[in-house]
Nanobody, 128 residues
Framework: QVQLIESGGGLVQAGASLRLSCAAS????????MGWFRQAPGKEREFVAA????????YYADSVKGRFSISRDNAKNTVYLQMNSLRPEDTAVYYC?????????????????????WGQGTQVTVSS
């Protein structure tokens, strides 16, 4: 099992940047593909970005491509989401998730149902 704890959320103005962090417990972090999702009030949870366990593939939702960047540091058991040029529509609770079955090279998925472990979320609010 792995426990995930997100941090770095907050209230910012449009155009600002934030970096979210997701710290994972356990020695198997490097075995998991990792993803970031978000959920705005009244909306379903949606995919934001994913990174393979070997850091050889990254995928982004069209809505964040070119503005957000996912990365991981396996030595620190941490995955990051760098968010630039934030917009009011980016306001949501952001969750990180771990996929234990996506262990091959280049494997990273966008479906929330593929992920086995979830953090508690961190709120990001972008004011106009």
């Amino acid at each position: 099992q792995v426990q995930l704890i997100e941090s770095g959320g907050g209230l910012v103005q449009a155009g600002a940047s934030l970096r979210l962090s997701c710290a994972a417990s356990g020695r198997t972090f490097r075995s998991y593909a990792m993803g970031w999702f978000r959920q705005a009030p009244g909306k379903e949870r949606e995919f934001v970005a994913a990174i393979s366990r070997y850091d050889d593939s990254k995928y982004y939702a069209d809505s964040v491509k070119g503005r957000f960047s996912i990365s991981r540091d396996n030595a620190k058991n941490t995955v990051y989401l760098q968010m630039n040029s934030l917009r009011p529509e980016d306001t949501a609770v952001y969750y990180c998730a771990a996929d234990q079955d996506c262990s091959g090279y280049g494997c990273a998925k966008s479906a929330a149902s593929s992920y086995d472990y979830w953090g508690q979320g961190t709120q990001v609010t972008v004011s106009s």
